[in-house]
């Protein structure tokens, strides 16, 4: 165990934690609603800390990044654990921990995983499969120790890390895979159970801290793939984000507690997209469908392919110096 950041103490031996958006009262003896932060005495403690259920390296467009370090590889880990509750979770055998469950996991130091990722050749270290924030201290001392190895740092996070949490990391990190789930409060409400104006703000925060985002939404069939939500997403990033930031549409599969619901037809992720590009974003992809051509990134001024994809696999890569070849025109993203 170690004791947690981002917590004050109250009466009755209570806790409030201000690592994330709940910020949860916690009696003494009891976890907050990610089931790994625990109040012991009135000081509240990590439980995951160095505890990694998955270690692993990745392409990292896997995250997915397809604007950053394109073709490299990325250090991905993760400890048990989340402070959502997404009935379609594809993590769910590792996010979903109870309150009173045993925390499990191969001890690791930040340290060795550094270590470990140079070995591996990474270019990163990405904290994701379940959410980066609820493993906060172990992330921050392994971004620290990464950063001054000239790695990169990524969180593939749900974007609820509260506005202390993320100001204190930001110097260490430097892109983000945001999950935006939806565009309603009544979605995030039964089928998330969190709030979307707190993913609003925190997305961004990101953005005015500087740090590198892509947007990620998996579309249900008829919970959030209506036009109205979808163009709701559209202008938010146009308006809070910018063109140049990449929205990937990705195809849902039953999973978890919605097996109810088919697979996303590849025309839903077609129209997304269209959508997407005809209210100027540059960089709309489809995931989750290789082959149909909705992984390759295109030059936005000429259109000639850059980044030919294929699953995580590039077949080509034709960007020069962060530019096209044929017309010169700027391609956004870290070392692309």
């Keep these: 165990m170690k004791e947690a950041l981002f917590y004050e103490r109250e009466e009755d031996s209570r806790v409030r934690c201000g690592l994330c958006r709940f ?11 990610c089931g790994v932060r625990e109040n012991r005495g009135g000081t509240l403690y ?18 997915p990044l397809f604007h950053v370090m394109p ?3 990325s250090y991905s880990i993760a400890t048990v654990g989340c402070n959502f509750r997404c009935r379609h979770c594809q993590n769910y055998s ?3 921990v109870g309150r009173d469950e045993p925390i499990t996991g191969v001890e690791q130091t930040p340290q060795e995983i550094v270590q470990r990722a140079r070995k591996n050749d990474c270019r990163s270290i990405s904290y994701t499969y379940t959410e980066p924030t609820i493993f906060f201290e172990f992330a921050y001392d392994t971004a620290r120790l990464a950063k001054e190895a000239g790695l990169r740092n990524i969180f593939v996070t749900n974007g609820y890390i509260s506005k202390e949490a993320l100001a204190m990391i930001t110097p260490y990190l430097d892109a983000v895979n945001i999950d935006l789930k939806g565009f309603s409060e009544s979605f995030y409400r039964d089928v998330v159970h969190a709030r979307l104006s707190e993913v609003l703000d925190s997305i961004i925060q990101h953005r005015n801290q500087g740090i590198w985002i892509e947007l990620t939404t998996l579309i249900i069939p008829g919970l959030n793939d209506s036009d109205a939500e979808l163009q709701g997403i559209t202008a938010f990033i146009v308006d809070n984000l910018g063109v140049d930031t990449p929205w990937h549409v990705t195809q849902f599969y039953p999973t978890y507690q919605l097996t109810d619901r088919p697979r996303t037809p590849v025309d839903t992720l077609r129209k997304a997209r269209e959508i997407g590009r005809a209210a100027g974003l540059r960089y709309v992809y489809e995931g989750n469908v290789p082959g149909e051509g909705g992984e390759n990134t295109r030059c936005p001024s000429c259109a000639t392919l850059l980044i030919e994809r294929y699953g995580f696999s590039i077949g080509t890569n ?3 110096n962060g530019a096209c070849p044929d ?3 700027a391609i956004a993203g870290i070392g692309i």
């Excluded at 916690?26 to 609603?33: H, L, M, T, Y």
């Excluded at 990590?46 to 995250?63: N, Q, R, T, W």
Aim: proline letters at 2%; glycine letters at 12%; hydrophobic letters at 35%.
């Design 46 to 63: 990590s439980l995951v800390y160095g505890k990694l259920c998955a270690e692993h390296v990745d392409p990292i467009e896997k995250k």
């Design 318 to 320: 034709r960007i020069r």
């Design 23 to 33: 910020r949860c009262l916690i009696a003494d003896g009891a976890r907050g609603i």
């Design 327 to 329: 017309c010169g025109a």
């Design 94 to 96: 590792i996010s979903q």
């Design 71 to 73: 073709g490299s590889r």
